[in-house]
Antibody, heavy 114, light 110 residues
Framework: EVHLVESGGGFVKPGGSLRLSCAAS????????MSWVRQAPGKGLEWVGR??????????DYAAPVKGRFTISRDDSINTLFLQMNSLKIEDTGVYYC?????WGQGTLVTVSS | QSVLTQPPSVSAAPGQKVTISCSGS????????VFWYQQLPGTAPKFLIY???KRPSGIPDRFSGSKSGTSATLGITGLQTGDEADYYC???????????FGGGTKLTVL
């Protein structure tokens, strides 16, 4: 069965950094395009970015609000997706979901507040 | 303001049918696959429809998807109270080079 489990969320002050992880199992991770999607409290879904497979160059795309501050990477040897978040802003607060292989993770909460 | 436009809410009685619209443009819906997601209260979203009209395994055939031009529609028949959820459409936007979502539609089964 496909599982995606996020971790690394927490409380951080504006300007701080946080690194999220997503452990994948139940499918061939290296063959999967993976994405991060976030949801601010009480709001809708917002795409953060994606990373293609190594076969496709492991290229990344980012949403405008996070470009230059967030970096998505993957380690296929440990079936894990990462989201490095720098220069965090209050508006980055929300639940961050890992998405791939037709599945969503359960999400991890990131709170940016002074 | 979302790139894709959905009605904020829809409602219908148990056993009835409901449709949820998703309106976009030539840079997104018209030339890319549309996906639909269901988010039950307090839970993570899940895939409901992919590639316009396909259902992942485990999704009942009460749920259907269609697309015409710059719009897509999610249909749900035989409504159940357990279908009460937020529903989102999503697709790739070629101009933005990014994935876009609709603002979400809250379904109430009266």
């Amino acid at each position: 069965e496909v599982h995606l489990v996020e971790s690394g969320g927490g409380f951080v002050k504006p300007g701080g950094s946080l690194r999220l992880s997503c452990a994948a199992s139940g499918f061939t991770f290296s063959n999967a395009l993976m994405s991060w999607v976030r949801q601010a409290p009480g709001k809708g879904l917002e795409w953060v970015g994606r990373i293609k497979t190594k076969t496709d160059g492991a290229t990344t795309d980012y949403a405008a609000p996070v470009k230059g501050r967030f970096t998505i990477s993957r380690d296929d040897s440990i079936n894990t997706l990462f989201l490095q978040m720098n220069s965090l802003k209050i508006e980055d607060t929300g639940v961050y979901y890992c998405v791939g292989w037709m599945r969503w993770g359960q999400g991890t909460l990131v709170t940016v507040s002074s | 303001q979302s790139v894709l436009t959905q009605p904020p809410s829809v409602s219908a009685a148990p056993g009835q049918k409901v449709t949820i619209s998703c309106s976009g443009s030539s840079s997104n819906i018209e030339n890319n696959y549309v996906f639909w997601y269901q988010q039950l209260p307090g839970t993570a979203p899940k895939f409901l429809i992919y590639e316009n009209n396909k259902r992942p395994s485990g999704i009942p055939d009460r749920f259907s998807g269609s697309k015409s031009g710059t719009s897509a529609t999610l249909g749900i028949t035989g409504l159940q109270t357990g279908d009460e959820a937020d529903y989102y459409c999503g697709t790739w936007d070629t101009s933005l080079s990014g994935w876009v979502f609709g603002g979400g539609t809250k379904l109430t089964v009266l």
